[in-house]
């Protein structure tokens, strides 16, 4: 196993970067992290991508950067191209308390693309570079990018390279890699997460080409003995996406496997038993509960009781007057004394 070496460094994204959950839409929100945060205190977390439109002129701010105090480290990724907008976001960013601004340059919908945001931004690393110098003279916060090995018919190496390149030289530092092509003809945003193929290696040279630079690796990761594979391999952190969300007990090992710290949780019950403070606090602002559990559906994957617990949720949780007893229940119908260790339960 690599050895864990942290440079020293006043960020705290950067000290947390070995290993972060990549931003998903509609699935890392506040609710989310929050849980997350009960399973690993030391993973860098990330936002869902938030449009500089929405920064900008939506109403109230408090709804698309809002954030609990237990969520750091904790990075804002943005969607956009306009280097005035996205410098102004990223100063907004930075006087809210977020420790990383990343751009968005992997996302392949339709939506995002016909307003130049995400993907289609690839096939303009003079548009990336400008607006990467922008934000980095307006905060002192990392500016990150996050991005594929290329698009449609790019040069997967040739292209990529002149992207990384052009960024690079305006001041960029780190690159989050997904190393999928994303195809903008042809696929479905959900196609683009699976069918494209993996080109782990192309990461793995492109550190090897730039040690100067952080180069993260993502997609299609969904254990930690994979990272350990990928971070042996040369490359500096590994993000994980879906499965992390899907299967979030995976998360409970990440500090010991990964910082070689304990976990905060010495079992299932006992994550669940912690969020339940914050389940109390966010009902008492007013949210619903299905809004909050709905990340937790995952918890108990695999254990006897799992499939009872996410039904039960499912059934109960989206009621009018839900509340905390609602989430006692359903923890009540996984057996602790029967989670040992992971026990498949029947179909």
């Excluded at 969607?79 to 990383?100: K, N, Q, R, T």
């Excluded at 698009?151 to 990384?164: G, K, N, S």
């Excluded at 993996?198 to 254990?223: A, D, M, S």
Aim: proline fraction near 5%.
């Amino acid at each position: 196993m690599t050895q864990l070496t942290d440079i020293p460094t006043q960020s705290p994204a950067d000290r947390a970067r070995r290993f972060s959950v990549a931003p998903m839409m509609d699935w890392t929100t506040r609710d989310y992290r929050a849980f997350a945060r009960c399973l690993t205190r030391r993973a860098l977390l990330y936002t869902e991508m938030v449009t500089t439109g929405a920064i900008l002129h939506g109403s109230p701010r408090e709804r698309f950067l809002g954030y609990g105090a237990m969520e750091h480290p904790l990075a804002l990724q943005l969607g956009g191209s306009d280097p005035g907008e996205l410098a102004e976001c990223a100063a907004i960013a930075e006087a809210w308390g977020y420790d990383e601004v990343n751009l968005n340059v992997g996302c392949p919908s339709d939506r995002v693309q016909n307003n130049l945001i995400g993907a289609c931004l690839m096939g303009h690393p003079d548009k990336v570079a400008d607006a990467v110098a922008a934000m980095r003279r307006a905060v002192s916060i990392p500016v990150t990018v996050k991005c594929r090995i290329g698009i449609d018919d790019q040069d997967e190496d040739a292209d990529l390279e002149r992207f990384i390149d052009r960024v690079a030289g305006a001041g960029c530092e780190t690159f989050i890699v997904h190393a999928r092509k994303a195809w903008l003809q042809g696929l479905s945003p959900k196609e683009n997460r699976d069918v494209p193929p993996l080109n782990y290696p192309r990461v793995y040279r492109l550190k090897t080409q730039h040690p100067e630079l952080h180069i993260g690796i993502n997609g299609g990761i969904t254990t930690l003995d994979a990272c350990r594979t990928h971070l042996d391999a040369g490359v500096d952190s590994v993000m994980i996406g879906r499965e992390a969300y899907q299967n979030p007990w995976l998360l409970a090992d990440v500090d010991r496997a990964l910082y070689g710290e304990p976990s905060p949780a010495a079992s299932r019950h006992d994550v669940a038993r912690a969020f339940r403070p914050y389940v109390i606090e966010r009902l008492a602002e007013g949210a619903k509960l299905n809004h909050i559990t709905r990340h937790l559906l995952g918890l108990f994957q695999g254990c006897a009781g799992g499939r009872r617990f996410r039904r039960y949720l499912s059934e109960s949780a989206h009621k009018e007057g839900a509340g905390i007893s609602v989430y006692d229940d359903a923890i009540g119908l996984v057996d602790e004394s029967r989670l040992a260790g992971p026990v498949r339960e029947r179909v």
